[in-house]
């Protein structure tokens, strides 16, 4: 019989994330998602609960987070579940949590100190060119047909 484990969250982070490294040198990271949901019950009334999920995060994957996720951001997550269990040293009893490992996870929400909209240039501003972005700039940067050999009409760029 085949088996999947595959977990797929949206929530936000409750707490900024912090980064420890193994003593071979790999990021590991744990996380809390809180993730809500909203529903009516049979009389109409509107309610919401909230789950919250702990995320282990590992190497690659937990540095970006360590670099760019803060408490508050909503976060797509990838993963697949895991199960620990332990004995509890005060009352001997076996005890078990089950959490997910993330494999890929995505930020989502407008971007940290991007630019706001601005309103249309005057006349002045619209005869001065603009700088273009140099090659180092972020792909964001980067403007709309930039790296399109010269020479090629734009009416034959199928996008």
Do not use: C, H
Request: glycine share 10%.
């Amino acid at each position: 019989m085949a088996n999947v484990n595959k977990v797929i969250l949206i929530g936000n982070v409750t707490r900024d994330v912090e980064v420890k490294t193994t003593p071979k040198g790999t990021a590991v990271a744990g996380i809390t998602l809180a993730v809500n949901r909203s529903y009516k019950t049979d009389s109409g009334e509107k309610r919401e609960e909230v789950t919250f999920v702990d995320v282990e995060l590992w190497g690659r994957v937990a540095e970006i987070a360590g670099e760019y996720v803060k408490k508050g951001n909503p976060l797509y997550v990838e993963g697949r579940l895991k199960q620990d269990s332990w004995e509890d040293k005060d009352s001997g009893q076996k005890r078990t949590k089950l959490k997910v490992v993330a494999e890929n996870i995505q930020l989502l929400g407008a971007r940290q100190g991007a630019a706001k909209a601005t309103p249309p240039p005057s006349s002045e501003a619209a005869e001065a060119t603009p700088e273009a972005p140099t090659a180092g700039s972020p792909s964001w940067v980067r403007g709309y047909g930039e790296g399109i050999p010269s020479g090629i009409p734009s009416d034959d760029i199928p996008f």
